[in-house]
């Protein structure tokens, strides 16, 4: 009985939508971590020079409860935003589904814009503008360290 539970329960696991290769995100790995939420399009100039160090902050940052996330500001879906993320070279995950909802981030009229969210789901900044992987490193630590 008890595998049979179990195996039920492991089907309605919760999770986040898909990312841009159409694999779905678990839930978990926005939850009980520390999230930069980039919002990124095709034409976005500043975008573009902003990914390579969003890239390398999240190889930084692997295995440190800290996750990188991109989120495409027009709602690019399925092969679109497989060929978008690919076209700018993003190897972290993008999320197809807006989690501004689960996070109450506030709609932003300019890009580049990055979230920061701590372990509770609760926004602690937004960066306007074009970000560097030592910027944002440093201020997670400063948010971390008022914990």
């Given at each position: 009985m008890t595998v049979i539970a179990g195996l039920l329960l492991a089907g309605c696991a919760e999770d986040a939508g898909v990312d841009q290769h159409g694999r779905k995100v678990?839930?978990?790995r926005l939850e009980d971590?520390?999230?930069?939420?980039n919002y990124w399009a095709e034409w976005?100039?500043?975008?573009?020079?902003?990914?390579?160090?969003?890239?390398?902050?999240?190889k930084e940052l692997k295995g440190q409860q800290v996750?990188?996330?991109g989120v495409n500001f027009?709602?690019?879906?399925?092969?679109?935003?497989?060929?978008?993320?690919?076209?700018?070279?993003i190897e972290f995950t993008v999320l197809a589904t807006d989690p501004a909802t689960?996070?109450?981030?506030?709609?932003?009229?300019?890009l580049p814009v990055t979230y920061l969210?701590?372990?509770?789901?609760?926004?602690?900044?937004?960066?306007?503008?074009?970000?560097?992987?030592?910027g944002l490193r440093k201020r997670l630590l400063e948010l971390q360290a008022s914990d």
């Open positions: 678990a839930v978990e971590q520390w999230l930069v939420i976005c100039g500043p975008c573009r020079t902003e990914i390579p160090e969003l890239n390398h902050l999240a996750e990188v996330f027009d709602g690019l879906q399925g092969a679109e935003l497989a060929k978008s993320s690919e076209a700018l070279g689960r996070f109450s981030l506030p709609r932003s009229e300019a969210v701590d372990k509770s789901g609760k926004v602690r900044d937004r960066l306007m503008g074009e970000q560097t992987a030592a």
